[in-house]
T-cell receptor
Framework: GAGVSQSPRYKVAKRGQDVALRCDPI?????LFWYQQALGQGPEFLTY??????LDKSGLPSDRFFAERPEGSVSTLKIQRTQQEDSAVYLC???WGSGGTTYEQYFGPGTRLTVT | DAKTTQPNSMESNEEEPVHLPCNHS???????IHWYRQLPSQGPEYVIH???SNVNNRMASLAIAEDRKSSTLILHRATLRDAAVYYC???????????FGTGTRLQVFP
């Protein structure tokens, strides 16, 4: 079946540009997560949605980062005025339920963002 | 968030068993132990999870120490496709986000 998809797979942005990264979760999955993965590091949590509600945005590194999931399915992560330190792979994950420790997360392939 | 400690890297030969250790001495009673792995150029994928008892699934086995301060992910017969970074993660009841460490990079040789 269809998994989590992300687009674009690769994005090169000049410093100062705005970017928008899209995530299509598995159909029917309630929870959606965004993670940031720097080279050689494990993924780091950015934000979490339960349906359309953003329940946790504690990992967003600055107010330049904004995420939305207006209809409870597709989500967009927007980064304004990109900086070189924003260069990373941005991973999206979805899971069937929420508030339960047994719900495994399904990850997309990620979007590799390079800021020049 | 509770922390886990894993070796940076391990090696195995194909078709041999692999035991990937994880220490989590500060684990709380409500923390589940999850394992994910990340193949090159892919997103992480779920492997297995457990609370107190040992667990088996088609991918691997999870052995949890009696005091829960450590666990071991067991791949019964490593294949070249098992070469990946393996992450051991503690996930509290009611917490949905995953806190990754740096994981163990497993190399498998033919």
């Amino acid at each position: 079946g269809a998994g989590v998809s992300q687009s674009p797979r690769y994005k090169v942005a000049k410093r100062g540009q705005d970017v928008a990264l899209r995530c299509d979760p598995i159909s029917g999955h309630v929870s959606l997560f965004w993670y940031q993965q720097a080279l050689g590091q494990g993924p780091e949590f950015l934000t979490y949605f339960q349906n359309e509600a953003q329940l946790d945005k504690s990992g967003l590194p600055s107010d330049r980062f904004f995420a939305e999931r207006p209809e409870g399915s597709v989500s967009t992560l927007k980064i304004q005025r990109t900086q070189q330190e924003d260069s990373a792979v941005y991973l999206c994950a979805s899971s069937w339920g929420s508030g339960g420790t047994t719900y495994e997360q399904y990850f997309g392939p990620g979007t590799r963002l390079t800021v020049t | 968030d509770a922390k886990t400690t894993q070796p940076n890297s391990m090696e195995s030969n194909e078709e041999e068993p692999v035991h990937l250790p994880c220490n989590h001495s500060t684990i709380s009673g409500t923390d589940y132990i999850h394992w994910y792995r990340q193949l090159p150029s892919q997103g992480p994928e779920y492997v297995i999870h457990g609370l107190t008892s040992n667990v088996n699934n088609r991918m691997a086995s999870l052995a949890i120490a009696e005091d829960r301060k450590s666990s071991t992910l067991i791949l019964h017969r490593a294949t070249l496709r098992d070469a990946a970074v393996y992450y051991c993660i503690l996930r509290d009841v009611g917490t949905d986000k995953l806190i990754f460490g740096t994981g163990t990079r497993l190399q498998v040789f033919p």
